[in-house]
């Protein structure tokens, strides 16, 4: 997995395949006491993904939850990453991911065994088009710590041709090998 890296002006969005689909992972209302009153803002999570292996998320606040969904969008497009799928479904080889107390493994599966998991890892993985995955989450699971640690696995994942040279083996032994 590699970061696009494009600096936030868009144009990683442009050369990848693909539509861009959104999912909103969290809305929390937060409530700022001041002397008058209180202030109301809304924090949301969201997840961006074009679902051939390329997906970020972002934070947005703001006063209404349309403002701060927009600033999500726009900050997950900044921070991209691209991750090599096995046979454009499955993971070449299982990963795991750390945020704070939070551990996600995502274990690599045959192509045809379906998705599994918790929620906000699903979701993650539909964005990004991997559709053959189980994914665990332990520790605390809040869901910006289950984002976070997800993206954190899905950075560290590398591709098939990568492990093979690693073992320094053919790209068809390794594939023979994950067939039986």
């Not at 998320?57 to 209404?64: E, I, N, P, T």
């Not at 799928?85 to 939070?102: F, P, Q």
């Not at 995502?106 to 045809?112: C, E, F, N, S």
């Not at 492990?163 to 994950?178: D, Q, S, V």
């Amino acid at each position: 997995a590699q970061p696009s890296g494009d600096g936030g002006s868009g144009a990683a969005t442009d050369s990848l395949p693909g539509e861009w689909a959104e999912s909103i992972v969290a809305v929390d209302r937060t409530q700022k006491i001041i002397k008058g009153g209180s202030i109301l803002s809304y924090r949301v999570l969201v997840v961006v993904g074009n679902a051939h292996g390329a997906g970020g998320f972002g934070v947005g606040k703001a006063l209404d939850p349309a403002t701060a969904t927009a600033r999500a969008i726009r900050e997950a497009k900044k921070h991209l990453i691209i991750v090599d799928r096995y046979k454009n479904t499955a993971l070449a080889h299982s990963v795991e991911g750390r945020n704070n107390n939070c551990k996600v493994v995502l274990r690599a599966v045959p192509p045809g065994f379906g998705l599994k998991g918790g929620k906000v890892a699903e979701a993650i993985l539909t964005q990004m088009g991997i559709a053959d995955c189980t994914a665990k989450a332990h520790g605390r699971r809040t869901p910006i710590n289950v984002v976070r640690a997800t993206f954190k696995a899905l950075a560290r994942h590398s591709s098939l041709a990568d492990f093979a040279r690693l073992r320094g083996r053919r790209i068809m032994e390794l594939e023979w090998r994950r067939g039986r």
